[in-house]
């Protein structure tokens, strides 16, 4: 078994164990990142980086961190001392922050290194890494339908999801807003957890809609998940909205025995249009979990179609103001523009920001500002918060009857590069049953469930109460080892 | 609610995004696609419902007013795109 295919629960206990060292690890996936470039799945290579955390993990002789020597790909939305760091974005080229993300620096601290910044959709905004100035990620998957369609890895974190995947990196991590881990993790057969709102410090963790961004782990099994969240989190008094709780033992508490736990299944995740075969997954799901113990029981959250509606005002509205700070005057880019249009500073502030800015970010700063302008404030931001408040009522109420919820993690399979980029509406889509756990806060994974009819990924989505993350992990554990999904993409990069 | 160029040209404005006329003319309907959309909203009853402001209870936490961090002008100003003395450099605001 190469080095590559090995979990990070297996790379950590080989290393303690004395079967290889963590050099050899890091240049084995050194040398698969720079075999995979036909991905486009990272902005940066740090193969330096990977190799000195390893010499010290080496050095250390088992006295390092819990993450000693294992190398991570670290998604290009966190701030990575004297590493470019860019969001994927025109407007950030050659920003290198001096300072370092509580979240990266925390796994540094564990042990690991960095293989990389990975590319993403540009300020995480997009379902399928399209978005991105540095170009899309390729998926690894392929169709079996003989044909050779490029398809997306998903988004915003698709980079670290196509990474993930093909096996250059054996954990990465993610940020998610509205499904940015879950329906890339769905899309490419890998797992992917976003904590409580709170639990990873959102410091140094380039803002798109501050209420909602959360980081999260992204690998290939549920264990992998449990341990990278665990060096993930902890409070940091650098970010406001940073819970001040001590970290669970996650891996420790893995336990895939549900007996007393119940299972709700919301009758409005049944959506029309949603294929077959993904309806047909989420019914194996349930019989999985009852087979591991749980009762399941029927649930409604009245509000769930009102969700994605609430998260597109909600979401552009923050962005509009986060993106504020992108004027010309600090870091990034800055055009001088034309003379003529207000003064010389007014006109370069637009003319750096029409230059920086790709077309979905523009749309949604536009969209964020008009919802937020004079006039309009009452009737689409304060609506939209009023309907995130009935949205989160809504879990509450369902939680008294049941421990998690078990929905699909996305209405459709991975689809081509180009298919859905013409309509942003139907791109937005791809969020519907990511989006309402996101507006409520909630910790919430994708599970890889098996393969569709042109042997594709599908992910199951399970969604826990607020600070449940064990049992999120857990239950999606129980499907990880009743759905047997050992599928990897055929190597072709 | 629908908007038209003379209001996405003022958006643009406020955002201090530049915009040829096509591109204004090319977001008046993407605008109007998606406020089409999210205005089903307005049929959700929410009389008496509070906006939500904090997703996960908690109180802002007060810490010492002391000096925690600083003397870094220089990292502060190395990504800056014109520097000078010590400063951010703007184009000329005054004439």
Known sequence: MSLTSKTVA????????????AREVAEAFNAAVAGARALN???VETPEDALAAADAADASRGKGGSLAGIPLGIKDLFATSGVATTAGSNILKGFEPPYESTVSGNLRRAGAGML??????????????ETSAFGPVISPWKRNDGGNAALTPGGSSGGS???????????????????????????TGISGIKPTYGRCSRWGIVSFASSLDQAGAMARTVRDCAILLEAMCGFDPKDSTSLDLPVPKWEAGLSSDLKGKRVGIPKEYRIDGVPAEINALWERGIEWLKDAGAEIVDISLPHTKYALPTYYIIAPAEASSNLARYDGVRYGLR???EAGQGTALDGMYAATRAAGFGAEVKRRIMIGTYVLSAGFYDAYFNKAQKVRTLIKRDFAQAFEQCDVILTPTAPSAAFGIGEKMSDPLAMYLNDVFAVPASLAGLPAMSVPGGLDGLGLPLGLHVIGRELDEQ???NAALAIEERAGFTHRAEKWW | ????????????????????????????????????????????????VEPLTAVIDQKLRLRDDAVTDGDCRD??????????????AVPKVIE
């Open chain 1, 10 to 21: 297996e790379l950590r206990d080989g290393m303690s164990g004395g079967e290889f060292s």
């Open chain 1, 41 to 43: 799945a990272f902005t």
């Open chain 1, 116 to 129: 990389g910044k990975l590319n993403m959709d540009e300020f995480a905004m997009g379902s399928s890494n």
């Open chain 1, 161 to 187: 999801a196509a990474a993930v995947a093909a096996g250059i990196v054996p954990g990465a991590t993610g940020t998610d807003t509205g499904g940015s881990i879950r329906q890339p993790a769905a899309f």
């Open chain 1, 335 to 337: 055009e001088i523009g």
């Open chain 1, 471 to 473: 049992g999120v992990l």
């Open chain 2, 1 to 48: 609610m629908s908007v038209n160029a003379d209001q996405v040209r003022h958006v643009a404005k406020l955002a201090r995004i530049a915009m040829s006329d096509a591109e204004i003319a090319a977001l008046v309907p993407e605008l109007n696609a998606i406020i089409g959309w999210v205005d089903q909203l307005s049929e959700v009853d929410t009389e008496g």
């Open chain 2, 75 to 88: 990292a502060v100003l190395a990504n800056a795109p014109d520097a000078e003395h010590g400063f951010f």
